[in-house]
DNA sequence: CGTGGACACT
């Protein structure tokens, strides 16, 4: 109880006039140790343990996984006498925490191949692992066996299938669960609010919020987070103005530094670039390098160079780690052709050793998630893909699909730039989905950072000439392809 | 008397 409650040494000394070291006290104390960070302190007391039973493990494991060492919570979980659900849960989610996703998803796969029993615990995290790499068909899997078992659709378990099917681009499916929900939550609805707002339905996010409150729920922060970011993608200001000032007033919360972060994004995305800037020059707290990062990425949409060096430079200082920074000022500079600017964050980069956040795109096929880098050459079937890939570009070509150079970071002729941009992962992933596809099916793709403009072009036009409905999941939204029109209205 | 799950701003 005292290491629970952040007493630690207190907590040891309690322990220690216990004279011997119990199995659960110790249990207790290593949680509490691993709860506070101090995981040196943890691992001394596991070593010296006399006997140690299957929950010392298991907090082991789980004291790895939420301090972010899925490294060690792996040694761990590897030497251990014997695992039950706990352990198996443990670890998975440690390697969510870890954004691991798809190698969570490898061990849920292992895991059923044990005679161990999935609970609804280890199948929450499993289906978080499936939304957020978009793995539907496993998500379904679960989904089924949910229902074959006759497992209980709590609160939590009713919203991560929610979710879960939101992110895998199947808004139907996941309404479908929302509403049969016996026992919905706060989180059940800013879960479903969530998620009409990732596929641009602002309208219905905005309906649901208010369907919400009918039902007698009451919205908390991060209800408003969904609702202004419904909002932002949308381009409806006056709404998610209206519904930020409503925050404070009507609903009596203190806007918190993410819906700063959302009004700055719904501003600037629309071009109230001024707007935007007052907003951080007038927020409460000390702007975070979200907030600055989202004038940043307004200023690269609307060309506003001289902001962006200013922001860029604050950017630059509070993260220098953080290369999605250096992109996208980069990219501001290639846009107008600064390319001296561009060497010179190039050299920065190199000095400080900032590594680049490479471009991933993920595709579900059969269950199985294949996952693509830029100019991935790894894949057992490169060579047709890429056949393949040089076909598409044709065939669009042919409809009028123009390479749209100006993001390219380098000062590199036409010719090169259109190669580099022809293998960005998304396409990549796009010409196996329709390589390995029946014809008319859907490819599903997510991706780890933002599509780019002629990605997003490209595929337009290949959702025409190949009559396929095409769905990508970038960083922030949804992306829905269909004859030639994207549900974003290219607004992004 | 100890261990595991959800929704969230670039």
Request: glycine share 6%.
């Amino acid at each position: 109880m005292y290491a629970y409650l952040g007493r630690v040494n207190e907590a040891r000394i309690m322990l220690d006039s216990i004279g011997k070291l119990d199995v659960i006290c110790c249990n207790a104390m290593i949680d509490g140790y691993m709860k506070f960070g101090d995981v040196g302190s943890a691992r001394k007391l596991f070593d010296n343990m006399p006997d140690k039973n299957i929950s010392s493990w298991n907090t082991m494991v789980s004291g790895f996984s939420n301090n972010e060492m899925i490294e060690e919570a792996k040694k761990y979980f590897d030497q251990m006498p014997k695992r039950d659900d706990v352990s198996w849960s443990a670890i998975i989610d440690g390697y969510n925490k870890g954004g691991h996703f798809k190698e969570a998803l490898e061990v849920f796969h292992q895991m059923q191949g044990e005679e161990i029993k999935l609970n609804k615990f280890v199948l929450s995290s499993a289906l978080n692992s499936c939304a957020n790499v978009g793995a539907l068909d496993q998500g379904k899997w679960i989904h089924a066996y949910i229902k074959r078992n006759r497992i209980v659709l709590d609160e939590v378990l009713g919203t991560s299938l929610v979710d879960m099917y939101a992110k895998c681009g199947r808004l139907d499916l996941s309404w479908d669960v929302f509403e049969r929900m016996k026992h919905k939550e706060v989180f059940s609805w800013n879960a479903m609010i969530g998620g009409l707002a990732m596929h641009g339905r602002a309208e219905d996010a905005i309906e649901l919020f208010l369907d919400m409150q009918r039902h007698e729920y009451k919205p908390n922060d991060i209800t408003f987070v969904a609702l202004l970011n419904a909002c932002a993608h949308a381009g409806l200001v006056d709404k998610g103005l209206k519904y930020f000032l409503l925050i404070k007033e009507t609903y009596n919360i203190e806007p918190t530094m993410e819906h700063y972060g959302c009004v700055v994004n719904l501003l600037g995305k629309a071009g109230y670039i001024n707007e935007a800037e007052d907003v951080i020059n007038s927020m409460p707290m000390k702007p975070n390098s979200v907030v600055w990062g989202a004038l940043l990425g307004a200023c690269r949409i609307h060309g506003n160079i001289e902001l962006g060096e200013k922001v860029g430079e604050i950017l630059l200082e509070l993260e220098p780690e953080n290369s999605i920074r250096y992109t996208l000022l980069s990219n501001i500079y290639a846009k107008a052709a600064k390319w001296d600017r561009v060497e010179k964050l190039r050299k920065l980069m190199k000095e400080r050793g900032v590594k680049t956040m490479t471009d991933r795109s993920m595709i579900d096929l059969k269950g199985t998630v294949h996952e693509f880098k830029v100019g991935d050459s790894s894949h057992p079937q490169t060579e047709e893909i890429y056949r393949t890939l040089e076909m598409i570009i044709q065939k669009i070509k042919l409809k009028g699909h123009e390479a749209d150079t100006s993001e390219v970071l380098f000062d590199i002729s036409e010719e090169e730039k259109e190669t580099s941009l022809k293998y960005h992962s998304e396409k990549i992933a796009i010409a196996f989905g329709i390589l390995n596809t029946e014809p008319g099916t859907t490819i599903r793709v997510v991706k780890n950072l933002r599509v780019c403009e002629d990605c997003h072009s490209a595929t337009k036009f290949i959702s025409q000439v190949y009559k396929r409905d095409i769905i990508v999941r970038d960083r922030v939204r949804y992306h829905h392809f269909r004859n030639g029109k994207c549900s974003c209205k290219d607004f992004w």
